[in-house]
């Protein structure tokens, strides 16, 4: 199983940035996907997931309306960030397990290596 995290960068308040996961070795049909961040000193949060089976999602609720989460047909997850904020500079990651998609990060049972995005003027 692998993941990878890839569309990181810098971007200035109100800007938007699409990050991509390339999954790969396992079906994704049976997993949930999640997106979570991490900013220094702070715990692992989660974003946004999506059960794969019936493309069901879930979003915290800083992210509700600015944030969406989509898969495409090659394996890969998006996540469209829209209206980014000063606050949501972290790195980037995503996680799958088998499943239906929570927003708790132990859950998760594969990571990518991560992307870091900073929202700064």
């Known amino acids: 199983v692998q993941l990878v995290e890839s569309g990181g960068g810098l971007v200035q308040p109100g800007g938007s940035l699409r990050l991509s996961c390339a999954a790969s070795g396992f079906t994704l049909d049976n997993y949930a996907i999640g997106w979570f961040r991490q900013a220094p000193g702070k715990e692992r949060e989660g974003v946004s997931c999506?059960?794969?089976?019936?493309?069901?999602t879930r979003y915290a609720d800083s992210v509700k309306g600015r944030f969406t989460i989509s898969r495409a047909p090659n394996n890969t997850l998006y996540l469209q960030m829209n209206s980014l904020e000063p606050e949501d500079t972290a790195v980037y990651y995503c996680a799958a397990d088998e499943g239906r998609c929570s927003l708790w990060h132990r859950t998760y049972q594969f990571w990518g290596q991560g992307t870091q995005v900073t929202v700064s003027s």
């Open positions: 999506i059960t794969m089976s019936n493309n069901s």
